[in-house]
C-alpha cells in the first residue's frame, strides 16, 4: 500500500512542492530578504584594550585595514574581512558600526558584527 501510495501521488506532490519553492523564493512587501554573506568577523584587541559584550565601535579603513575605534582609541582591527564586506564599507564612505558578540578574554579575540 505504501508504494503504491507514493505512485500515485507522486505528480501531485511534485505540483504542490514546486509551488511552495516558488512561493518561497519570491520577494513580496512583507517579507524580508536573506542576507547572503557573512557579517561577523573575527578582531583582534589592540593595545591593552578590553571591549565587553555588547561594546560598538566606529570602523574605518586605515591604512589598508579595518580599524575599530572607541572614540579616538583604536580597540580592534578585524582579521580577513570579505571582499564584499570591504566593498560595502568602501561605498558607505568607508564607515561602518561594528558591535561585540563573543569574546575570549585569554587569546584577546573578539567576533564582532558589522552593522
Avoid at 555588547?54 to 579595518?66: H, N, T
Avoid at 575605534?69 to 558607505?92: K, M
Wanted: net charge negative.
Amino acid at each position: 500500500m505504501g508504494t503504491e501510495f507514493l505512485a500515485r501521488t507522486k505528480r501531485a506532490f511534485k505540483k504542490s512542492w514546486d509551488k511552495s519553492a516558488e512561493l518561497a523564493n519570491t520577494p513580496d512587501l512583507f517579507r524580508k530578504e536573506i542576507e547572503t554573506t557573512s557579517t561577523c568577523f573575527e578582531a583582534e584587541t589592540l593595545a591593552g584594550t578590553s571591549p565587553g559584550i555588547g561594546d560598538e565601535f566606529c570602523v574605518r579603513i586605515e591604512d589598508g585595514k579595518l580599524i575599530g575605534r572607541d572614540g579616538l582609541t583604536p580597540s580592534i582591527r578585524l582579521s580577513n574581512p570579505t571582499p564584499a564586506t570591504w566593498a560595502a564599507i568602501e561605498s558607505a564612505g568607508g564607515v561602518a558600526s561594528a558591535k561585540v558578540i563573543n569574546l575570549d578574554a585569554i587569546s584577546g579575540v573578539v567576533e564582532v558584527a558589522i552593522c
